[in-house]
């Protein structure tokens, strides 16, 4: 039985970056079918997801309502822990402000994220929050993983959102 966990959580481990990305898309298309900005993150611990997000402010009438203090909250009640220590979290989008600030309030282990956000980015785009020297935490950060789709999802939502502006009387 213990020989057999190893090799299940073994496996587990190996699964790349790009396979949990693929998770977190699933939820950005789950905020795109509730009309939000299609955001999603999910939270990896020991090769098994344990906490879920998609970016929902505006369904929720909640500003912190984004996709990463989704996931993390959601981590935190499964894992039973509000530091998320060997957690991993991927999200589809390069994390703002906020989210920056509960990632490493939660002292997450590793960030991986797909797109770059140019306007609102607070790992390397516009404000560098996260692994600010300042700051004690330090967090992996891999950036760019399935960033052409991250980025495609997001894009498409706003294309459709102008052209719906622009028929309207
Ligand atoms: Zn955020």
Not at 45 to 54: A, L, Q
Not at 59 to 84: K, Q
Request: aromatic letters at 4%; one cysteine or more; hydrophobic letters at 40%.
């Amino acid at each position: 039985m213990l020989i057999a966990g190893r090799c299940i959580s073994l496996f587990a481990m190996s699964l790349s970056d790009e396979f949990w990305m693929e998770e977190a898309l699933r939820e950005a298309q789950r905020a795109l079918t509730l009309g939000e900005v299609p955001v999603g993150a999910v939270v990896v611990r020991e090769g098994r997801i344990v906490g879920r997000g998609c970016n929902r402010p505006l369904s929720a009438n909640d500003p912190t309502a984004h996709a990463e203090i989704l996931a993390l909250r959601e981590a935190g009640t499964t894992v039973g822990n509000y530091r998320l220590l060997d957690c991993d979290l991927y999200v589809t989008v390069e994390p703002c402000p906020m989210c920056a600030g509960a990632i490493t309030h939660a002292r997450i282990r590793r960030l991986i994220y797909g797109a770059e956000d140019a306007k609102a980015g607070a790992v390397h785009s516009t404000l560098q929050v996260l692994n600010h020297p300042k700051l004690n935490h330090k967090v992996e950060v891999r950036s760019g993983v399935l960033a052409a789709r991250c980025m495609h999802l997001v894009q498409s939502f706003f294309r459709e959102r102008r052209s719906e502006g622009d028929n309207s009387p």
